[in-house]
């Protein structure tokens, strides 16, 4: 029930969002192989709306992974600050509930980004490079143990 309430408030925070943005909404998704330092490797695959206010973009975003004995997903969402029109650099942050096996490691993540973003008024590619911190129901923080790298495809709409 809980996990229904909070795709249930992520819907409408994300409606209300667009119903009031100014400009096109961005859609976009993603995907990345990880190699964290013990050389298990971990996929992911994300998709996030995200909604431009001036130059900050903020929205909700799904990730699902698999990884070495564990596999689940989060829900949270992203914030970016993009500088330029048709292709530019920024930099964010995001911050995830984790579900599935993954909640056993971790109740939550935060994860701070650099990102570059290239292309025309509907559609575009983007690269993004966070630090992932996670974060244990007993509160102890986890530090990143390597960077890890997103490509994205988008439209605007």
Do not use: Q
């Amino acid at each position: 029930m809980k996990r229904l309430l909070i795709a249930l408030c992520m819907a409408m925070m994300a409606a209300g969002a667009w119903a009031a943005a100014p400009d096109k909404g961005e859609l976009s998704f993603g995907a990345s192989a990880f190699k964290p330092d013990d050389g298990k490797t971990a996929w992911e695959a994300k998709g996030e709306y995200l909604i431009p206010f001036g130059h900050i973009y903020a929205g909700p975003s799904l990730s699902l992974f698999n990884g070495d004995g564990f596999d689940g997903g989060a829900v949270g969402g992203a914030l970016e600050l993009h500088f330029g029109k048709k292709c530019w650099p920024g930099f964010g942050g995001a911050a995830y509930k984790l579900f599935c096996d993954a909640a056993d490691a971790a109740k939550y993540t935060y994860e701070v980004r650099g990102l570059f973003e290239c292309g025309s008024e509907h559609a575009f590619v983007k690269f993004i490079g966070r630090e992932v911190y996670s974060k244990a129901e007993d509160g102890a923080v986890t530090e990143p143990d390597g960077t890890r790298f997103d490509g994205f495809v988008g439209w605007r709409f």
